[in-house]
């Protein structure tokens, strides 16, 4: 019986580790700038995880195959030090490994989240409600009016909560469904929440970020394969969270202008 | 032979007159005109594209519907009713009918009684969850999967009721809920008429979402037709 479940175990651990190591999961493919590093880095904790994992079973198999039915009333041997050697030893390796990878991946994040944008980078605003996303531009002006949430009218077109009876700066923002931007520019996106917890999702921009109700939280990236990507929300919101979607449209800088013209005429 | 055909012509004269006095109003009218003046706001082109089985309905984006214009500063969708000089009644019988499709709400004001049945159909491939924001009577909100069967509702109290879908936030309608049967939704070219309205002294109340309400007294003798015309004021925003 014992050596029957080493070699179920062989046998589990071979066939869950054979996809991964043949590449049969592909992964979507990466339109950004900083994707790769996010994608090495994904690489790198499936490959330390996954000999981790093989090793660890492989041991276990052995160990099961070679004392499992032993018979012979011979008393069992510990190796020196004890439990407590075995425990400490385990968590010094885990932690190396852990710390290892935190410290390798800290770039990959860091280059994401924790630098500032050009200051050239295009500014979206986004705003996440149950259940749609919606996006704001500044328009000619290039400034996003100040937004009134008493004001908000979805009825009538009004997502964002603009006011442009008195501001002015409110009459020429542009507000639209779809993300739509320009290839090869830096985007530095604004997001905000109108009512609970949304997330901003774009599996191949590798990006994802929470909507906070009442933080201004951004992100930046630079999108270099023009196409029409889903943008999902990742954050359980409520009854329609499943229905949450819009879409990223990645147009060459002179479609985008043509664009952004088209919708500015219809505000 | 002469007699009978003198009973057939006899007949038949009754029978007309009983068809004119059917159709005879039994009292006076009230008609007229909602037309604003100004600018109205712009109506924004609604973008479907998080919904595909409702964009592909429309060959070109529907628009928002707070301010409906006709030809010659016409205003559609207000409802026009005599809210003074006639005693409330009961329901009718009638069912009216709400319909969801194309991610739309259609009418998009839709007025009935007090106490009517209302039935609110889902013919979309989605689901939708229809949320009226009442203040006087019962909120409630209710999810409509495609192929479901129609939701039956009453409200018993009078009110101008909002209604969104928790699901699609573009979605937006309004029910009129009226205390009598006087009442007409202008369409087309701001047109309305209130029929069979006994001799009397009646308020007529010309109720838009945007605009607000403005009333105007009349007074009705025998089975005339009175005008009255209301004009709104439009903001660009």
């Known amino acids: ?267 | 032979m002469r007699v009978k055909a003198g009973y057939l012509a006899g007949l038949a004269t009754l029978a007309v007159c009983a068809v004119i006095v059917h159709a005879m109003p039994s009292g006076g009218t009230v008609s007229g005109k909602v037309t604003y003046e100004g600018t109205p706001a712009k109506q924004k082109p609604i973008d479907m594209s998080k919904e595909p089985s409702c964009a592909k309905q429309h060959a070109t984006p529907i628009t928002t519907e707070t301010v409906v214009t006709g030809s010659n500063n016409t205003l559609d969708n207000v409802v026009v009713y005599v809210s003074a000089g006639v005693p409330d009644e009961n329901a009718p019988g009638q069912v009216v009918k709400f319909e969801q499709k194309g991610c739309q709400y259609i009418p998009h004001v839709l007025a009935f009684q007090v106490n009517q049945t209302l039935e609110i159909s889902n013919a979309d491939q989605t689901s939708h969850n229809i949320h009226p924001l009442p203040k006087v009577n019962r909120e409630w909100n209710k999810s409509q999967p495609p192929g479901s069967a129609p939701i039956s509702e009453k409200y018993d109290k009078p009110e101008f009721i909002p209604v969104k879908c928790n699901i699609h936030p573009w979605m937006h309608g309004n029910f009129a809920v009226m205390k009598n049967s006087h009442y007409a939704v202008t369409q087309g070219e701001g047109g309305f008429s209130l029929a069979n309205l006994p001799p009397g002294k009646y308020t007529i109340t010309a109720w838009h979402e945007s605009y607000g309400d403005q009333s105007q007294d009349v007074t009705i003798s025998g089975s005339e037709t009175k005008t009255v015309n209301f004009v709104f004021k439009a903001k660009p925003y």
Request: charge should be negative; include cysteine.
């Open chain 1, 1 to 267: 019986m014992g050596k029957f479940f080493a070699v179920i175990l062989v046998v589990v651990t071979l066939a869950s580790a054979y996809p991964i190591v043949t590449h049969k999961y592909v992964q979507p493919v990466d339109i950004s700038t900083h994707g790769h590093a996010i994608d090495e880095q994904l690489a790198d904790t499936m490959a330390e995880g996954g000999f981790a994992f093989v090793g660890a079973q492989l041991l276990l198999a052995f160990f099961v195959w070679k004392f499992s039915s032993r018979k012979d009333g011979s008393k069992v041997k510990h190796l020196p030090g004890g439990a407590k050697l075995v425990v400490a030893t385990a968590f010094i390796l885990v932690g190396t490994e852990v710390l290892a990878l935190g410290v390798l991946g800290q770039k990959a994040w860091a280059d994401v989240y924790f630098t500032p944008p050009k200051a050239d980078a295009l500014q979206i605003q986004s705003q996440a409600g149950q259940f749609a996303f919606y996006f704001r531009y500044p328009g000619a002006d290039g400034k996003f009016a100040p937004l009134h949430p008493d004001k908000i009218d979805e009825g009538n077109g009004n997502y964002f909560g603009l006011d442009p009876a008195n501001d002015v700066e409110a009459r020429d923002d542009i507000v639209a469904a779809e993300l739509t931007i320009p290839v090869n520019r830096e985007i530095h996106l604004l997001l905000h929440a109108k009512d609970v917890g949304h997330s901003f999702y774009v599996r191949e921009l590798r990006i994802q970020q929470d909507f906070v109700p009442g933080l201004d939280l951004s992100l930046h990236f630079t999108a270099t394969k023009t196409g029409k990507y889903e943008i999902v929300c990742t954050q359980l919101c409520g009854l329609g969270h499943y229905n949450m979607k819009a879409y990223l449209n990645v147009l060459p800088q002179e479609d985008f202008e043509k664009w952004l013209k088209d919708r500015a005429a219809e505000q």
